[in-house]
């Protein structure tokens, strides 16, 4: 990582909505190392915050119990603060499609809330943290990640430039190796259960970003941003089939039983569309949506190219991980980082 990011973090105020979740911890831990002021995490469960607290021991880390569909709470929260993640989200497909009210009112009115705490509190920046589900959505996890988006991609519209300097920025990418509710480390525990792993489709791709690489996305296109902006990944992508061989590899014995694709699950995941193309950019090994053309400059994106891209980008397009790789990726982010 370039050294001109841990000194642009360095004393900054920061507060994470959702900071108790698998990307909140991991962010946490990489802004202290960065010599941040204050990381104040926001999230709704006692336990998870005690459990955080007692596992990373740092006097610059603050919990805030409050839930983002609480405007009030939240602006309470962001006073002094620099710079805002927006983490907090309902993410399970399954339990959206059941409760897709509560999912609106989380990730929909949740993040207006934030949008709207953030222009109270003036705060520097505001980055949102999306997902390929959001991206032409079959699911309503995936529309409510839309409206996420476009929420702060259009949040400057409510900026009075001699009131506001806040900058909303949006960024969107696959599936974190790992993550809570993850299909490898699921399908780990099936096969140490001795249980059958649940197959949807041999064909099935996913779009892969381990935590680390999502963490460096994250760090790098905040630093970048100049607002309005989504930010997606150069990402590989993997193979059901694929992740099911290098399983039986490792283990030996797997067994699997084929449940279907599910309701609101798509066969690829989408991270931009064709039409999104026509205003997205490559910008240091990062594609940049932009709103409009005349912010593809060097001025603000050093070295920006248009993309050449003519099909959507799409989890089955792109380059796969192959099995070998999974194997490797596989036994260092779940099986030896466990036994050491
Ligand atoms: N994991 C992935 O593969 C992936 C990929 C792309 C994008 N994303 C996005 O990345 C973000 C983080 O994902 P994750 O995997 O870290 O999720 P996670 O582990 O489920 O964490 C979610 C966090 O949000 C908090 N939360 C939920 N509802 C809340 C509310 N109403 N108010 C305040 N806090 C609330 C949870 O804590 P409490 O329950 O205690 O409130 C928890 O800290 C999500 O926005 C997700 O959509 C994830």
Redesign the pocket.
Known sequence: MPLIIPIMLKGKKILI????????QALTKRLLDLDVDTVRI????EN??IEMESKLHDDRLRFFI????DFNRLTRALEDIDIVF??????HVPKIEYNPFEAIK?NVI?SQNVIDACLHENIEKAVC????KAVSPLNTYGAT?LLMEKLFVTASNYLRKDRHRTKFIALR????LG????VIPKFIEKIKAKEKIPITDLHMTRFSITMDEALDFIIKSTIAANGSEIFVPKLHAYSLDDVKQALIELFGDVKDEVIGIRSGEKLHEILINADELRYTWEWQNNYVILKSEEFANEKYYPNIIKTKFSDSYSSNNVEKISKNELKKIISSEFLLKKSS
């Open positions: 909505t959702g900071g108790t979740g698998s990307l909140g926001f999230s709704r469960n998870k915050q409050g839930d983002v569909r927006h983490a907090a989200a309902l993410k989380t949740g943290v999306g997902t390929d990640k990418y696959g599936n974190v993550s809570s509710g993850s």
